[in-house]
């Protein structure tokens, strides 16, 4: 079965430093996509940045990091330099095949709070 | 951009009503899904489909149902609405992606807030 666990319900950070969010995933598949998604108070969701199985460096996309540890199964989101902007909900997905499509799982969320 | 567009962004409904959520896609996406999101829990999917016609269960389906006439309009009903089916609804969409490769993520509506009463 495919599961995602993220077990930082809430989170604070200074502005200005960095943040972890940790993912960790359960997968039997060799092959599968990680998402991270961010939500802000408005609700509407966000894709923030990708990494693919097979993709071997670490995926960046300007300020979001995404830590891959693949024998570990984990793909934690890294926020660099954090603005209140930064503030909301973030989930992690995977993406996983199934011969009937591809199928999304979610983690329950981690709630950033960016303190002034 | 993709956009997906939800019919309505609040609902209210009461107990025993059917309900049609609608959501439809306008960049020719295979998949289309609907989740549920409530505090605590994340988003957990409802139903899935990856084609016209067809449909695939998701980890909460007791209640609902769904249609798929159209590849570009996936339906959420709920049969006989309950107060615990007050939740956010989201739909969403994306290309169907071979052996899981590609940079393609799900594209989300704004959700529907339904309150069933």
């Known amino acids: 079965a495919q599961k995602i666990t993220q077990t930082q319900p809430g989170m604070f950070v200074q502005e200005k430093e960095a943040v972890t969010l940790d993912c960790t995933y359960d997968?039997?598949?060799?092959?599968?996509?990680l998402f991270w998604y961010k939500q802000p108070s408005s609700g509407e969701m966000i894709f923030l940045i990708y990494?693919?199985?097979?993709?071997?460096q670490n995926a960046t996309e300007g300020r979001y990091s995404l830590n891959f540890q693949k024998a570990r199964k984990s793909a934690n989101l890294v926020i660099s330099a954090s603005q209140l902007g930064d503030s909301a909900m973030y989930f992690c997905?995977?993406?996983?095949?199934?011969?009937?499509?591809?199928?999304?799982?979610f983690g329950t969320g981690t709630s950033l709070t960016v303190i002034p | 951009d993709v956009k997906v567009t939800q019919s309505s962004r609040y609902l209210v409904k009461r107990t025993g009503e059917k309900v049609f959520l609608e959501c439809v896609q306008d960049?020719?996406?295979?998949?289309m899904f609907w989740y549920r999101q409530d505090p605590g829990l994340g988003l957990r999917l409802i139903y899935f489909?990856?084609?016209?016609?067809?449909?695939e269960k998701g980890d909460i389906p007791e209640g609902y149902s769904v249609s798929r006439e159209k590849k570009e309009r996936f339906s959420l009903i709920l049969e006989s609405a309950s107060t615990n089916q007050t939740s956010m609804y989201l739909c969403a969409s994306s290309p169907l992606v071979g052996l899981g490769r590609g940079n393609s993520p799900l594209h989300f509506g704004n959700g529907t807030r339904l309150t069933v009463t």
């Open positions: 990494q693919g199985s097979y993709d071997e």
């Open positions: 960049m020719d996406h295979e998949n």
């Open positions: 489909s990856y084609d016209v016609k067809m449909k």
């Open positions: 997968t039997s598949d060799q092959s599968y996509g």
């Open positions: 997905a995977m993406r996983a095949n199934r011969n009937t499509g591809n199928q999304f799982y």
